[in-house]
């Protein structure tokens, strides 16, 4: 893509992996936090002062904001993977580890409900490493 007047791209494509959708206009997109401003607030961030706006803007880590369709972003909303998981079952392996890293980037707490989901799609993701630096 290049840049132009008001910073507005033009030309190239991304690849939203939640939707396994290629995207050639950049108003097709959303920034997604991989964990939900709400569901980070509900898991410890509440507790932070000046990390908050560190925590919505981390460009720290490749899985903290993540490109994909608006579509798949506006149906993710604020849920964890109890509750919503990317429509392309292929990808819930990467999405599990890039969620649980960025949880323990922040030091994110996790509910028993979220636990068990996570436990219970982990077990199918043999080869999936979670790698994380920590953000705090």
């Not at 033009?10 to 997109?29: M, R």
């Not at 507790?47 to 981390?58: G, H, K, L, V």
């Amino acid at each position: 893509p290049t840049v132009g007047a008001g910073c507005r791209l033009t030309g190239g494509s991304w690849f939203s992996y939640y939707d396994a959708t290629a995207v050639t206009s950049a108003s097709s997109l959303d920034i997604d936090h991989m964990v939900p401003l709400a569901e980070a607030w509900d898991s410890g961030a509440s507790d932070w002062t000046s990390q908050r706006e560190a925590y919505a803007n981390d460009q720290g880590a490749e899985a903290s904001l993540v490109a994909v369709t608006a579509r798949s972003n506006r149906s993710k909303t604020d849920q964890d993977p109890a509750q919503w998981m990317p429509p392309v079952a292929e990808v819930h392996c990467r999405y599990v580890g890039e969620w649980v890293g960025t949880k323990l980037r922040w030091g994110l707490a996790v509910d028993d409900i979220e636990l068990a989901a996570l436990k219970g799609a982990a077990a199918s993701c043999p080869e999936v490493t979670v790698t994380y630096d920590p953000a705090l």
